[in-house]
């Protein structure tokens, strides 16, 4: 595995749409933000930084071990956050940073380990992000969870929130899909700051505001995002209250906190 060094900034806006105020929500007797955060400081990353636009989340942050940087509330995306973090500690563009989505909050710090040396494996690569097989047919229609395609070489063809691929046979004879190929994206990603400034200087695309994945962005511009399959049970993130209550039984039944 590369030793590149690497950064990871968390993102966490209180206005979410389907959870307000989520990344104060408590999970398991704590503050979401403090279960993300400390996933974050099991990985290899010589800091860890929380950007927000809430007083009350930075605070947490800090106290959770990490570092806090406040950014506008009026940024439309976690990366145009991140990005907003690389300007003001005036990162040089080779600075690679991992963006750890503030709602992710059982992703194993080895997987931004694995996340960072993927793009450093790809010099040629905008991006790197990673995926995990999709085990269920009702994994593969939930909206909630994203799905990816990727070519043959692990490039991303497309990200969205329905299913895809469609078996057009299966569902025509009223079968189960074959999910052989199907896959559900994880909220990382690792890019170094000269893309990261160069993705957000551009307008948000269509298809970006459409399925509302800012990821899409940079496909848009033709982008290469570099895509890791990894077989690890990493449960979905939180953004709804049912959610709350399925990674709060998946806590006590694991003892992650």
Known sequence: MSAEPFIVVIPARMASSRLPGKPLVAIAGRPLIAHVVARARESRAQRVIVASDDARVLDVARASGAEACWTPAELPSGTDRIAAVAAQQRWPDETCVVNLQGDEPLTPGTL?????????????????????????????????????????????????????????????????????????????????????????????????????????????????????????????????????????????????A
């Open 112 to 256: 931004l380990d694995e996340l960072a040396a993927l793009l450093a494996r790809h010099p040629g690569a905008d991006m790197a992000t990673l995926g995990v097989p999709i085990r269920s047919a009702d994994d593969l229609r939930d909206p909630n969870q994203v799905k990816l395609v990727t070519d043959a070489a692990g490039r991303a063809l497309y990200f969205s929130r329905a299913p895809i691929p469609w078996d057009r046979e299966a569902a025509h004879a009223g079968h189960s899909p074959d999910l052989t190929q199907a896959r559900r994206h994880l909220g990382l990603y690792a890019y170094r700051v000269g893309f990261l400034r160069q993705l957000t200087e551009q307008p948000p695309a269509a298809l970006e505001r459409i399925e509302q994945l800012e990821q899409l962005r940079a496909l848009a511009i033709g982008a290469w995002i570099q895509v890791g399959i990894v077989d690890a049970p990493v449960p979905a993130g939180v953004d709804t209250p049912e959610d709350v209550d399925r990674l709060e039984r998946l806590m006590a039944a694991t003892a992650q």
